[in-house]
Nanobody
């Protein structure tokens, strides 16, 4: 199993930016596809973005396309989520996750290791 720790959450005004980081340890980070999920109160945990082990393949849910960017640094064992033009509806706990990869469209079942989550709150 790989251990994951998120950081970088916080409170930001609408239109602002935040960058989340997820540091991995325990296994070879570059073997894993990585994903960022979010869960708002009373809602399911949904995939926001994913990146392949090499970084060449990425996925974004429609609501964040053009605003969020996922990236990874395999030398630093870290995956990032840069969030621009934040909206109040982006408020959630954000989780990073590791998995073996995905075929067509990634989903929650493709990921097996999870971080503890980081709160992101966007005020209007």
């Amino acid at each position: 199993q790989v251990q994951l720790v998120e950081s970088g959450g916080g409170l930001v005004q609408a239109g602002g930016s935040l960058r989340l980081s997820c540091a991995a340890s325990g296994r070879t980070f570059s073997n894993y596809a990585m994903g960022w999920f979010r869960q708002a109160p009373g809602k399911e945990r949904d995939l926001v973005a994913a990146i392949s082990w090499s970084g060449y393949r990425t996925y974004y849910t429609d609501s964040v396309k053009g605003r969020f960017t996922i990236s990874r640094d395999n030398d630093k064992n870290t995956v990032y989520l840069l969030m621009n033009s934040l909206k109040p509806e982006d408020t959630a706990v954000y989780f990073c996750a590791a998995g073996a990869g995905w075929g067509g469209t990634p989903d929650k079942g493709d990921f097996h290791s999870w971080g503890q989550g980081a709160q992101v709150t966007v005020s209007s």
